[in-house]
Structures are given as C-alpha cells and as structure tokens.
C-alpha cells in the first residue's frame, strides 16, 4: 500500500475522488456521483455530475426535479432512466425521512433507493471520514483477486474478506488507491505489467495477456 501510494503521484484520480475534493466532500454529491459511475467511463461521470450539480444542489433541490430533467442531465451515463428515478426517489427519501441531510450509517444509507454497500461505503470514507469502511467496486475486486490478497468471486465477498486480509490502517484508502491503479496500470485488459510497482509480488492471478505500453498515463498540471 506504501508503494501504490507513492506510485498513483500525478496519475488521474477517479471522478468521485474529483467531486469530493472539490466540493468538500459534500455527501449529497458524493453519494449521487457514485450511484452515476456504476458501469460508466469516468469522464461521462464527471460531466454527467457537473451538470446535474451545476443545475441542482441540495436532495430539495434535485428531488424537486422531474425524471426526464434528471434523464436529461446525466445522459449519456449508463442506465441513466434507472439512474434517474433512483436519484430522484433517494433525494425525496433523504428530505422527508432524513431532514434533508444524509444519513451516516450503513444502515440507513442502504435503504436508500438505488444505494448499496459500494456506494454507501464510499460516502462514509469520503464524506463521515470513516476509518473502518472499506469500498470495493470492480478494480477492487478484480486486483485484490489478481493479488491473491483474496480469493472471491464478487465485490461484496471481496470487501468482506479485504477486513481481515488488510491492516485496518490501510481501508480508507485501498478504493483510491486501487481504482486509481486500476485505470491507469492494472487495467481489466492488458495491464502494464512492466510498469506495475507491485509485480515483484503480484501472482497474476488471471492475466493472460499484458500490454506492451509500459508507461501509466500522467494528469497533466496547470499552474
């Protein structure tokens, strides 16, 4: 975890990284940033948020949008008519059974509409500051398997078995840190393997094929 670390300087964080960061990790963006990315390419994420957060703020705000409005703002991230009525009915949720503040606990988030463990996890790391959560999405599950860190076959089973696979010191920090590496070297098809400062100690476990493009990709800097 000290190598990724050091490793992920200056490689493009993941969109809700993004979002969270620059909104001070409000939990209502941070929520419906992380229900928009599931199965979406991070750049349509980041855009489909801005727009919708540029046009509405708070759960009053976007619950008092119409369906088709959500549809339209969020589009073209995947699912996004089903996207949209779970934005809408979580943010009405949030306002008539949660006094229009997010609930901090896994239990309430999770009832939610649209919510689960994944994104639930996430707002409480980046917005609660939960230090005993961890957030598995795909890149989690696919290169802690990869790893041998464990040996499941979904997310869920993954999270379970990273608490007792991982120091406790570490679980804030293994979904920036491996959805970051994910994207940028261990990527599902052909991962930079060459470039991978774990693969001294990386059984590659599922890989048949790597890529020949040794080095990650950068986040340029403006001043």
């Given at each position: ?15 809700v ?90 239990e309430?988030?999770t ?23 961890i ?55 052909y991962?930079k ?18 890529s ?12």
């Amino acid at each position: 975890m000290e190598s990724l670390a050091r490793a992920i300087t200056g490689l493009e964080l993941p969109a809700v990284e993004k979002i969270a960061e620059s909104q001070e990790e409000d939990p209502v963006q941070v929520l419906i940033a992380t229900a928009l990315s599931a199965r979406t390419q991070d750049a349509t994420t980041l855009a489909a948020s801005t727009r919708l957060f540029r046009r509405a703020r708070t759960p009053q705000t976007i619950a008092a949008l119409s369906v088709r409005e959500i549809e339209r703002l969020i589009y073209p991230v995947s699912f996004y008519r089903h996207k949209a009525r779970y934005v809408k009915a979580a943010c009405r949720m949030i306002v008539e059974k949660f006094g229009g503040r997010v609930p901090g606990t896994m239990e309430e988030l999770t009832t939610l509409p649209g919510v689960g463990r994944k994104t639930a996890n996430l707002v409480l790391i980046l917005s609660f500051k939960s230090q005993r959560n961890i957030c598995v999405d795909t890149h989690v599950h696919r290169i802690s398997n990869r790893l041998g860190w464990v040996r499941t076959r979904t997310p869920e089973d993954t999270e379970l078995s990273l608490y007792e696979a991982t120091d406790s010191r570490w679980w804030p920090y293994i979904n920036l840190y491996l959805v970051t590496w994910g994207q940028n070297v261990c990527r599902p098809v052909y991962p930079k393997c060459s470039a991978c400062v774990l693969r001294p100690q990386c059984p590659q476990r599922g890989v048949t094929r790597v890529s020949k493009d040794a080095a990650p990709h950068r986040a340029e800097r403006t001043a």
